[in-house]
């Protein structure tokens, strides 16, 4: 009997959590998108005027941060982990577009997932010549909750005005130029 109301009570969340993520996400009237660049075929667009996330994450230096204290720029931001094959590849695309971004209205986020801290992500970067994105944590996975990720990685674009245009779940090549070409546009408008 016992084993039948967990059953009742697991099946019951689960059920809350996918209307709730339905319910979120369920693409509703809006303005007609930006045409994607083939590097980003998988993008979905967000509901217009979806909200920024506002959980918090650590930098290098144990500094608590928020997406939002970046915004005024497009903003690509990216959640990832070191142990995840499809993230580690993908990575150094972030790190190349944010180094060809420096200094234009366009910055990338990539907050690591990893529970273990900055120390294994700053291992890693140094590993792998890393050296553009800044080093940013969310050892609870609390941002992954916040956004509904069903997977790694995943890419929110953030408008400058804070309103998250969409995700990509999956990986893309951040550093093709019409991708970077996309990204400055947004900036423009």
């Excluded at 998988?42 to 996330?53: D, H, I, K, M, N």
């Amino acid at each position: 009997m016992l084993i039948k109301q967990i059953l009742a009570f697991t099946l019951g969340v689960a059920l809350v959590v996918m209307i709730g993520v339905l319910v979120r996400y369920w693409p509703g009237e809006s303005a007609p998108h930006p045409a994607l660049p083939n590097e980003l075929a998988s993008f979905e667009f967000a509901e217009r005027g979806q909200a920024l996330p506002q959980t918090t994450f650590q930098n290098e230096a144990g500094d608590t941060l928020r997406v939002g204290d970046f915004s005024g720029k497009v903003l690509v931001v990216n959640l990832w982990a070191t142990w995840c094959a499809p993230c580690v590849e993908e990575l150094p695309t972030l790190d190349l577009l944010k180094r060809d971004m420096m200094g234009e209205a366009v910055d990338v986020l990539a907050i690591s997932l990893d529970a273990e801290g900055p120390q294994v992500v700053r291992t890693f970067y140094d590993k792998n010549g890393i050296g553009h994105l800044d080093l940013l944590n969310d050892a609870t996975m609390a941002l992954y909750t916040e956004v509904a990720a069903l997977g790694l990685p995943i890419t929110l674009i953030v408008l400058p005005d804070g309103t998250v245009l969409g995700r990509l779940t999956g990986t893309a090549r951040w550093d093709a130029p019409a991708v970077q070409g996309f990204l400055l546009g947004l900036a423009e408008n």
